[in-house]
């Protein structure tokens, strides 16, 4: 059982390129969570899935799409990297549907780092 | 939407006991009070959830006061590998938009 991996660990991209942020997760868990963390701050959620099939907006979600592919896939694209997207990026699940994030145990992955040049 | 606050940073020693507190003053009927750890290039575990009183597990003890206002994290006879950031997260069954885990407090244990 690997919980929630992140693909890639870490990542250089120049101002302007695109790239996705892959996350899956093994635990059967219906609601799925994207964050961004900057140096020495809390986490900030950009995205979230309540269930399979729905996608909306959290605190940041500006500069950023997702994707539930499947049950058990999230993905978070950068269409156009800036600098200001600097930051270490976390996946997240929760066992129920509906995001209840705040209530619910919340399984993070390794994260991933990029570095928007 | 309610914020917490908590002490940016705390020192202590081998085995001694921690004790954190969050200030939510504005905590809502149905906020659940939830603590994670987050240790260098991880991400957040999380530790102990409540919603009024005391709550214990295996790793630490959750004190909520009457008025919920406010909680306390203990953590019972810390180890160096108890140095992390924990962080303070207050909500209820609404919109995951209002997940808010602020700055957290960064835990310090020396020999």
């Known amino acids: 059982n690997a919980g929630v991996t992140q693909t890639p660990k870490f990542q250089v991209l120049k101002t302007g390129q695109s790239m996705t942020l892959q996350c899956a997760q093994d635990?059967?868990?219906?609601?799925m969570y994207w964050y961004r963390q900057d140096p020495g701050m809390g986490l900030r959620l950009i995205y979230y899935?309540?269930?399979?099939?729905?996608?909306d907006k959290g605190e940041v979600p500006n500069g950023y799409n997702v994707s539930r592919l499947n049950k058990r896939e999230f993905s978070l694209r950068l269409e156009s990297a800036a600098p200001s997207q600097t930051s270490v990026y976390f996946c997240?699940?929760?066992?129920?549907?509906?995001?209840?994030?705040?209530?619910?145990?919340?399984?993070f992955g390794p994260g991933t780092r990029l570095l928007v040049l | 939407l309610a914020k917490t606050t908590q002490p940016i940073s705390m020192d202590s020693y081998e085995g001694q006991e921690v004790n954190i507190t969050c200030s939510h003053n504005?905590?809502?009927?149905?906020?659940?009070i939830t603590w994670y750890q987050q240790f260098p290039s991880q991400g957040p575990r999380f530790i102990i959830q409540?919603?009024?009183t005391k709550v214990t597990n295996e790793v630490a003890s959750l004190f909520i006061p009457a008025d919920r206002k406010s909680s306390t994290l203990s953590l019972p006879r810390v180890s160096l590998s108890d140095t992390a950031v924990y962080y303070c997260?207050?909500?209820?069954?609404?919109?995951?938009?209002?997940?808010?885990f602020g700055s957290g407090t960064r835990l310090s244990i020396r020999p």
């Open positions: 997240a699940s929760s066992l129920r549907p509906g995001g209840q994030g705040a209530t619910e145990t919340q399984y």
């Open positions: 635990m059967n868990h219906n609601s």
């Open positions: 899935s309540a269930s399979e099939g729905t996608t």
């Open positions: 504005n905590i809502a009927t149905n906020d659940y």
């Open positions: 409540g919603y009024k």
């Open positions: 997260l207050v909500g209820g069954y609404s919109s995951a938009s209002k997940i808010i």
